[in-house]
T-cell receptor
């Protein structure tokens, strides 16, 4: 079975401080993992993806995520938050071989001035 | 150029009506999807088409009927609308089915259709 858990429904940071959005997954196979961002009234946009190459993945807008198999985690980080980062973030797991794409419940990021 | 476009953006209708949402992608992708996002932002796949063929049909009431006239279009028709159908519906596409090869197949989403059933 596969699942994905985003550990925080809401995260609030001040502009210029680091961002950490946590994601844990459960998978019987080697998964592919993604982070997507959804701004208000918009569709989801791919931030980054892990597909069994380098465990530290760099994405757009300064975001990066590290795949840790021992911890079954794929946390999203950014060194310095910007106001424009305020959005909903989704962690997604896919097992190739006919299994479904599973979305996490989302983490809402608030950025304070 | 908009990669995945869906219309209308907003749809307000009464219970019992029939409505359609249209989706088009100009990315040359083979696979298209419909997702439903509820009020808590939870995303669930409804349907997936690959080269006009249905490949995923989740447990969705048969009041929902997707139609893919060609691989660039995937429309969603909903009969006898119910209050519980109120949600945001997203169309998406990928180069190939994600479950076949996720490496080159991130999802590209439209901006959503907010359906409100009164």
């Amino acid at each position: 079975a596969q699942s994905v858990t985003q550990l925080d429904s809401h995260v609030s940071v001040s502009e210029g401080t680091p961002v950490l959005l946590r994601c844990n997954y459960s998978s019987s196979y080697s998964p592919s993992l993604f982070w997507y961002v959804q701004h208000p009234n918009k569709g989801l946009q791919l931030l980054l993806k892990y597909t069994s190459a380098a465990t530290l993945v760099k994405g757009i807008n300064g975001f990066e995520a590290e795949f840790k198999k021992s911890e079954t985690s794929f946390h999203l980080t950014k060194p310095s938050a910007h106001m424009s980062d305020a959005a909903e973030y989704f962690c997604v797991v896919i097992n190739t071989g006919g299994f479904k794409t599973i979305f996490g419940a989302g983490t809402r990021l608030f950025v304070k001035a | 150029d908009t990669a995945v476009s869906q219309t209308p953006k907003y749809l307000v209708t009464q219970m019992g009506n029939d409505k359609s949402i249209k989706c088009e992608q100009n990315l040359g992708h083979d696979t298209m999807y419909w997702y439903k996002q509820d009020s808590k932002k939870f995303l669930k796949i409804m349907f997936s088409y690959n080269n006009k063929e249905l490949i995923i049909n989740e447990t969705v009431p048969n009041r929902f009927s997707p139609k893919s006239p060609d691989k660039a279009h995937l429309n969603l028709h909903i009969n006898s609308l119910e209050l519980g159908d109120s949600a945001v519906y997203f169309c998406a596409s990928s180069q190939v089915p994600q479950e076949v090869s996720s490496y080159n197949s991130p999802l590209h989403f439209g901006n959503g259709t907010r359906l409100t059933v009164t």
